[in-house]
DNA sequence: CACCAGGCAAGTA
DNA sequence: TACTTGCATGGT
C-alpha cells in the first residue's frame, strides 16, 4: 500500500534528521559482524564489546582459531557477553558450517544466491531469523531488512501493526512498502535501534521522539 | 531490589 | 501447534 510506504518513509527522513548517520555494523570485518551478531542475542552491546576485546585480545577473532580452541576456553573468553556456553557452541557451530560448505571463506559464502544461503543459516542451531538477516545485511550487504524487539515495540506503539505479528510478517511489513536497498535496511534498523535506547524505553523522554506522532508509551503491553 | 538487554532452542501439554 | 523455561553477565 501506497500509504504505508509513505508512511515509513517519513519515519525514516525524521529519524535520520534527528539522530543522523548510524555507521553500522560497528565492526571493521564480516567476520566481526557475525560473531558481534551472535554474541549481541538478547545481551545489550557494551557487553558484547567487552567479549569482542577479549577475543582481539586473545587473537580468537578468526574462524581457524575459533575452530581448534577448546569449548571451555572459548566460552571463557567471551564471557561477558553472558550465556557464553551456549554461545560458544554457536560461534563453533558458524565456524564448523563456514568450513564444511565454503572451506572456511567468507568471500566465497558472500557469492552464494541469498535466499538458499538464509535457510541454511536458520538450519543451524544457534542462528534465528534476526541472526541470520544481520549476518546477511550487515556482513554481505543483502537487502534483508532486519526485524527485533525495538522494531516490534516501537511500530505497534505506532499503531501499525498488530501485537502478534511474527517476524516474517514484520519484516515483510518493511521490505513490501520500502525500495529494496540495503543501504537503506542497514540505516533503517540501526535508526530504530538508537531510538529505541533513547526516547522508547523511559517514559519521560517518550514525548522528545522524533517520531512521536501517535506513541502511546506505557499503554500498549511493550 | 527488580528489571532489562540488538534471541534462540528445547521442553511440555 | 501453542506456551513456557533455560541460558548468564552486568548496567540502571
Redesign the pocket.
Given at each position: 500500500m501506497l500509504l504505508h510506504r509513505k508512511k515509513l518513509l517519513s519515519i525514516y527522513q525524521r529519524l535520520f534528521k534527528a539522530l543522523g548517520p548510524q555507521h553500522?555494523?560497528?565492526a571493521k570485518t564480516p567476520f566481526e559482524?557475525i560473531v558481534?551478531?551472535i554474541l549481541?542475542?538478547?545481551?545489550?552491546?557494551?557487553?558484547?564489546e567487552?567479549a569482542i576485546k577479549n577475543l582481539k585480545e586473545q587473537g580468537l577473532l578468526s574462524p581457524e582459531r575459533i575452530l581448534k580452541i577448546s569449548l571451555p576456553e572459548l566460552?571463557q573468553a567471551i564471557?561477558?557477553?553472558?550465556?557464553?556456553?551456549?554461545?560458544?557452541k554457536?560461534l563453533k557451530t558458524f565456524v564448523a558450517f563456514l568450513q564444511r560448505r565454503f572451506k572456511g571463506n567468507l568471500r566465497i559464502m558472500a557469492e552464494e544466491p541469498m535466499s538458499p544461503l538464509r535457510k541454511e543459516l536458520?538450519e543451524?542451531?544457534?542462528?534465528?531469523?534476526?541472526?541470520?538477516?544481520?549476518i546477511l545485511l550487515?556482513a554481505f550487504h543483502q537487502p534483508l531488512f532486519?526485524v527485533?524487539?525495538?522494531t516490534h515495540?516501537i511500530f505497534t506503539r505506532q499503531g501499525m501493526i498488530e501485537e502478534e505479528v511474527s517476524?516474517e510478517e514484520l519484516q515483510g511489513f518493511f521490505m513490501d512498502h520500502l525500495p529494496l536497498e540495503a543501504p537503506l535496511f542497514n540505516e533503517y534498523?540501526?535508526l530504530i535501534?538508537k531510538e529505541?535506547?533513547e526516547f522508547c524505553?523511559k517514559k519521560a523522554l517518550c514525548s522528545e521522539c522524533p517520531i512521536s506522532e501517535g506513541c502511546l508509551f506505557g499503554e500498549g503491553k511493550?
Amino acid at each position: 500500500m501506497l500509504l504505508h510506504r509513505k508512511k515509513l518513509l517519513s519515519i525514516y527522513q525524521r529519524l535520520f534528521k534527528a539522530l543522523g548517520p548510524q555507521h553500522w555494523w560497528p565492526a571493521k570485518t564480516p567476520f566481526e559482524v557475525i560473531v558481534g551478531a551472535i554474541l549481541t542475542q538478547n545481551t545489550s552491546w557494551v557487553q558484547v564489546e567487552k567479549a569482542i576485546k577479549n577475543l582481539k585480545e586473545q587473537g580468537l577473532l578468526s574462524p581457524e582459531r575459533i575452530l581448534k580452541i577448546s569449548l571451555p576456553e572459548l566460552a571463557q573468553a567471551i564471557r561477558p557477553s553472558g550465556y557464553f556456553n551456549q554461545k560458544a557452541k554457536r560461534l563453533k557451530t558458524f565456524v564448523a558450517f563456514l568450513q564444511r560448505r565454503f572451506k572456511g571463506n567468507l568471500r566465497i559464502m558472500a557469492e552464494e544466491p541469498m535466499s538458499p544461503l538464509r535457510k541454511e543459516l536458520l538450519e543451524l542451531s544457534g542462528i534465528g531469523p534476526e541472526t541470520a538477516d544481520s549476518i546477511l545485511l550487515y556482513a554481505f550487504h543483502q537487502p534483508l531488512f532486519v526485524v527485533d524487539a525495538y522494531t516490534h515495540r516501537i511500530f505497534t506503539r505506532q499503531g501499525m501493526i498488530e501485537e502478534e505479528v511474527s517476524y516474517e510478517e514484520l519484516q515483510g511489513f518493511f521490505m513490501d512498502h520500502l525500495p529494496l536497498e540495503a543501504p537503506l535496511f542497514n540505516e533503517y534498523h540501526a535508526l530504530i535501534v538508537k531510538e529505541a535506547k533513547e526516547f522508547c524505553r523511559k517514559k519521560a523522554l517518550c514525548s522528545e521522539c522524533p517520531i512521536s506522532e501517535g506513541c502511546l508509551f506505557g499503554e500498549g503491553k511493550n
